[in-house]
């Protein structure tokens, strides 16, 4: 857990992603006592001040607390802030359990499908535009990085054309999770394009208007990716 040598604020960095990643990642378990600020600053190369500051982020975050006479404790996970950006990072840095998988595809269908009907009313043309561009950019990608690149764009945009900001900044939280699942889905697949026909179901749904025709593209869409994600995983 060795941080680089660098300014205050970049140690501050590197020391909540190294002690938040080991605590996410099950390295420190529920309940496990953190080693004292003096063995931590020591093995991190980072003065108390620093380890300090990083130790309140992750507080803040509900991943520990601090009690009298035992000191810093891992916090049980069902305190733990689930939608924080770093969080859901965290959990996707090694690959995502069973279970996160399968709590992410029933996120997906409670937001996705109401939020294209919400799509098909509301857009402008210059959404539909900007979905029409991603749907482009997934049909011409030639590698698994573009293809999930132009994959979150195409959600992004959706929930863009909502109008609704609440919605909208809903992308913002689950970015990181949704971009690793788009990586994996596409890579069990045989054919990483191979929902490429839900996208453009959903997209026409959306140009034509039709509310109900989108909610069902974008169920069956998901749908489709949890038969896919539940096929054994291959490596790159």
């Given at each position: 857990?060795?941080?680089?040598?660098?300014?205050?604020?970049?140690?501050?960095?590197?020391?909540?992603?190294?002690?938040?990643?080991?605590?996410?990642?099950?390295?420190?378990?529920?309940?496990?006592?953190?080693?004292?600020?003096a063995?931590?600053?020591?093995?991190?190369?980072?003065?108390?001040?620093?380890?300090?500051?990083?130790?309140?982020?992750?507080?803040?975050?509900?991943?520990?607390?601090?009690?009298?006479?035992?000191?810093?404790?891992?916090?049980?996970?069902?305190?733990?802030?689930h939608?924080?950006?770093?969080?859901?990072?965290?959990?996707?840095?090694?690959?995502?359990?069973?279970?996160?998988?399968?709590?992410?595809?029933?996120?997906?269908?409670?937001?996705?499908?109401?939020?294209?009907?919400?799509?098909?009313?509301?857009?402008?043309?210059?959404?539909?535009?900007?979905?029409?561009?991603?749907?482009?950019?997934?049909?011409?990608?030639e590698?698994?990085?573009?293809?999930?690149?132009?994959?979150?764009?195409?959600?992004?945009?959706?929930?863009?054309?909502?109008?609704?900001?609440?919605?909208?900044?809903?992308?913002?939280?689950?970015?990181a999770?949704?971009?690793?699942?788009?990586?994996?889905?596409?890579?069990?697949?045989?054919?990483?394009?191979?929902?490429?026909?839900?996208?453009?179901?959903?997209?026409?749904?959306?140009?034509?208007?039709r509310?109900?025709?989108?909610?069902?593209?974008?169920?069956?869409?998901?749908?489709?990716?949890?038969?896919?994600?539940?096929?054994?995983?291959?490596?790159?």
């Amino acid at each position: 857990m060795a941080s680089k040598k660098g300014s205050s604020r970049n140690l501050h960095t590197q020391v909540v992603e190294s002690l938040g990643e080991s605590i996410v990642c099950g390295v420190f378990q529920p309940g496990d006592a953190l080693p004292g600020e003096a063995q931590l600053a020591s093995e991190m190369a980072v003065s108390r001040t620093v380890l300090r500051e990083a130790l309140k982020v992750l507080a803040a975050k509900g991943l520990i607390e601090t009690r009298q006479k035992t000191g810093m404790r891992v916090r049980d996970s069902r305190y733990w802030n689930h939608l924080d950006a770093d969080v859901l990072g965290w959990r996707c840095a090694s690959l995502p359990t069973d279970d996160f998988v399968e709590k992410l595809v029933e996120m997906r269908e409670i937001v996705e499908p109401a939020a294209v009907m919400t799509a098909a009313r509301r857009r402008d043309p210059a959404q539909l535009e900007a979905i029409r561009e991603a749907l482009a950019a997934m049909e011409a990608a030639e590698t698994l990085d573009d293809w999930a690149a132009a994959d979150l764009r195409f959600h992004e945009t959706v929930l863009l054309a909502t109008n609704n900001e609440l919605l909208s900044a809903l992308f913002s939280v689950i970015e990181a999770a949704l971009g690793t699942f788009f990586v994996m889905s596409a890579r069990t697949a045989k054919n990483f394009k191979y929902a490429l026909p839900h996208h453009r179901a959903v997209y026409e749904a959306i140009r034509r208007r039709r509310p109900n025709e989108a909610a069902a593209a974008m169920y069956t869409m998901i749908e489709d990716s949890r038969a896919n994600m539940r096929k054994p995983r291959r490596r790159k």
